[in-house]
């Protein structure tokens, strides 16, 4: 899941320029006892600030922060997931670690890719398989209802936290909290990730997953269960995802997992539009052009990628390669390069990179992104009037 920095105004307030001011006295931290004392006076202020809804208070500090420190930066970022994904709750007089877990699945289709409700017997299934093969011996796990879309996510730290709690406390049997239910539209993309969400409730300082549970030992691993809940999940997945191909990622923290996915994602986003260019224009991938843009604000944000027909300049389809931190578009294989090479991969030949940063341009009438055409312009993709460009159901 991409962090999207909002706009901070001039003036941060006190909160947040206490945010600041903490979170670069922890990152000039020469010791890991003055880490502690940082955390803690961090953790109480992002505690509150969340319990209040004040989300805009944490975003402005992260984007002063985002601008001034790289370090402090990251410290914030990571203190304010780890509150907002990860709790305490007591249960009969004692306390309980609570996680925010997803099981990604990354899809891709020619048709629409399912989210809703899960059907009962199938998620007492992933359930079961979840505790046979992920979690460990002591822990207790409730699962949200639905197979989300990234889109019906929460937005914020607090929505967050808010549906960690519900989560937590029915993994528990505890009284749940009140929540409002939000109602999103969801995008219709060829290629896109599907999420199982749960919170795991453990005795405080207990294991959570099940490569935890014999410390030093080679068995298990990460690996070892991620091969085991692929052969498992996989039916339940195909099941509950018709038409799709998918990979099933492994069940893992909120948002460590939502960045895994949209890592991976990626690739399998520009294998889906040559594919879909291919079945419903009739275009083999050595008579596409594939235009790649660098766009943001002052640096890149993310890649965008249009499609055209060769000797033409009329976008047909288009997608994006967002970049996740400053990290993410290493020198040694810019981004840019990587495009590159899997489209070639996949039989695009005909290859144009612009040069310099474009804007992050979007349609103001139906929100669409534009992308980029030869002659350098970000422009609406349109198909031929005869051709649907949204994804269809599959029967």
């Not at 890149?300 to 499609?307: L, N, S």
Request: with cysteine.
């Amino acid at each position: 899941m991409a962090r999207s920095r909002s706009k901070s105004s001039s003036r941060l307030n006190r909160d947040a320029e206490k945010l600041v001011s903490l979170s670069l006295s922890l990152n000039g931290s020469g010791s890991r006892v003055e880490d502690l004392f940082w955390e803690r006076e961090l953790a109480a202020l992002l505690e509150k600030l969340m319990h209040g809804g004040q989300d805009a208070t944490i975003e402005a500090a992260l984007e002063t922060l985002y601008q001034r420190n790289a370090g402090a930066y990251e410290i914030l970022v990571e203190q304010a997931e780890t509150l907002s994904e990860s709790i305490t709750l007591q249960k009969d007089g004692q306390d309980h670690d609570v996680l925010l877990i997803v099981a990604p699945v990354v899809a891709w289709t020619r048709f629409s890719i399912p989210h809703g409700p899960i059907r009962a017997d199938l998620q007492a299934a992933l359930q079961a398989h979840l505790h046979g093969h992920i979690l460990a011996g002591e822990a207790r796990l409730a699962l949200a209802p639905d197979l989300y879309s990234i889109d019906q996510m929460p937005r914020s730290f607090s929505a967050t936290r808010q549906w960690l709690a519900r989560l937590g406390a029915q993994a528990l049997e505890l009284p749940l909290p009140r929540t409002a239910p939000v109602e999103t539209e969801v995008a219709n993309l060829l290629a896109d990730t599907r999420y199982v969400v749960g919170a795991v409730a453990v005795p405080q300082g207990a294991p959570v997953f099940r490569w935890q549970e014999n410390p030093g030992k080679p068995d298990p691993t990460r690996e070892s269960c991620l091969a085991q809940w692929v052969a498992q999940a996989t039916p339940l997945f195909a099941d509950l995802l018709p038409g799709c191909g998918f990979e099933c990622l492994l069940p893992d923290a909120y948002y460590v997992n939502n960045r895994e996915a949209d890592r991976r994602v990626r690739p399998l986003s520009l294998r889906a539009s040559v594919a879909w260019l291919e079945a419903t224009l009739d275009l083999e991938p050595d008579q596409l052009r594939a235009v790649i843009a660098a766009c943001g604000e002052t640096e890149v944000e993310e890649y965008r990628i249009g499609f055209t027909q060769r000797h033409s300049n009329d976008v047909l389809y288009g997608c994006a390669w967002p970049l996740f931190g400053r990290d993410d578009d290493n020198p040694d294989m810019p981004a840019i390069d990587l495009i590159a090479d899997l489209l070639r991969e996949l039989g695009v030949t005909d290859l144009r990179k612009l040069s310099g940063l474009l804007p992050m341009e979007f349609c103001d009438d139906c929100g669409a992104p534009y992308f980029p055409n030869p002659l350098g312009e970000l422009v609406h993709a349109e198909p031929p009037e005869d051709v649907d460009p949204t994804p269809v159901h599959f029967h």
